[in-house]
């Protein structure tokens, strides 16, 4: 695997520090764990190991990653490993892809309310589909869906949202049957953003009763009951923002899409350009553009880079990929199982079968192709193997023929 000529790493480990001194005080511990991280992922400083082809005898360096979920080089594999344990739940029905976006307003004060605010937000989007699916006059199911939280636009602003993944139907109320919904056509938006900004709001002011809301800076003076009230109420009058996508082709494009969403990062590597004095250049996705035009470049200072790569990450332990109804952990074997059994779809059983069949072939020999598909000599495209691992701040006995970095 080649290194990526512009990292992340890079900026952190040329202007990190001068940034840390510059805002200390300023910096949650979250933060500064994830600097540090990053800084170091797949460096001498967290140990690594040896590769030796078993063809040639090439040999090679192999530095550990940090694992942390924050990190633009530790999220590939993570992806990789979270799809696969996710296709066992796939059904052999359409999926939708459904966005929940905050009004800018309440982005801005979950700023400083992350956890609460991101909180509110899973559950409002969650609870929202649950009860418009459940009602008769729109599909009158229980369903099941995946929750990814993002909490950045192309350019790195705060850009709290939630990305949904839902089969095409549900379980009928009584468990009977299953419900599948209109032909390219889920749930309607209307119904879905009006219901949502309600119970949002209903959310966001019992936090404010509570007393879990802090106010800073400009939003300091929504403390006041009454300023809080005036801030509220033109909220329940704009439309907020939920999207619906066609329906996917089929269960392996739904995977694809998946891996597009639940392990990124606020920018990956592939998007940064350049690095120099002037600042760092990155691609970005201007989506009120036309196509053709949509797609630019951006050069922001380093300070602010790491500014507006910094305000994504989460606070510690959150969880920002969720599953509910059919799909909550509690019951998701058993729910699954009765749907199918509803569904009757050969299509499924061919899938089972397949699965079935690739496993076999694969667990007889599945030490030396978890190998190939790991390490890859780059010489002769042989499985390489771990002929020596070395702790943090050491190196191997003798230095092999090249170090691999990435």
């Not at 269960?251 to 920018?267: D, G, K, N």
Request: charged share 20%.
């Amino acid at each position: 695997m080649s290194r990526q000529s512009l990292e992340v790493a890079d900026i952190f480990r040329a202007r990190g520090e001068r940034w840390r001194q510059a805002h200390h005080g300023h910096i949650s511990l979250n933060q500064l764990k994830v600097m540090s991280a990053i800084e170091i992922c797949r460096s001498a400083e967290l140990g690594g190991h040896v590769l030796q082809c078993t063809d040639c005898g090439y040999r090679q360096i192999a530095y550990n990653s940090c694992r942390n979920r924050h990190c633009p080089k530790c999220q590939g594999s993570a992806a990789h490993r979270w799809l696969e344990a996710r296709q066992s739940d796939l059904l052999p029905v359409g999926y939708y892809h459904l966005v929940f976006t905050l009004p800018a307003p309440i982005s801005a004060l979950a700023f400083s309310n992350k956890s609460v605010i991101y909180t509110i937000l899973f559950k409002t989007a969650a609870k929202t589909l649950q009860v418009i699916a459940a009602d008769p006059k729109h599909l009158g199911a229980r369903v099941g869906f995946t929750l990814v939280l993002h909490t950045w636009g192309s350019s790195m602003v705060h850009h709290p949202h939630v990305h949904g993944i839902v089969p095409g139907g549900g379980l009928s109320l009584d468990g009977k049957k299953w419900v599948p919904c209109r032909p390219g056509f889920f749930l309607s938006v209307r119904v879905l953003s009006r219901l949502f900004r309600r119970l949002f709001l209903e959310k966001l002011n019992e936090a404010y009763l509570t007393g879990e809301l802090k106010f800073f800076g400009e939003h300091q003076a929504l403390s006041k009951t009454k300023a809080f009230a005036n801030w509220l109420n033109p909220l329940k009058k704009i439309d907020w923002v939920v999207y619906a996508k066609a329906p996917f082709s089929g269960p392996e494009t739904v995977l694809a899409y998946l891996s597009r969403y639940t392990h990124r990062v606020a920018i990956s590597n592939s998007r940064l350009l350049n690095f120099d004095h002037n600042g760092v250049t990155f691609k970005w996705k201007d989506y009120r553009g036309k196509k053709k035009l949509r797609y630019k470049t951006m050069t922001l200072s380093a300070d602010e880079f790491i500014r507006r790569f910094l305000i994504h990450v989460l606070p510690g332990r959150f969880h920002r990929i969720r599953h509910y109804g059919l799909l909550a952990n509690s019951g998701r074997k058993d729910n699954l199982k009765h749907a199918r059994e509803l569904l009757k779809d050969h299509t499924d059983k061919a899938i089972q079968k397949n699965s079935a069949i690739e496993s076999k072939s694969t667990e007889a020999d599945k030490t030396i192709e978890l190998q190939q598909a790991i390490y890859v000599c780059p010489k002769c495209r042989h499985p390489m193997l771990i002929i020596e691992n070395f702790m943090r701040g050491q190196m191997p006995r003798a230095p092999p023929n090249k170090v691999y970095l990435s």
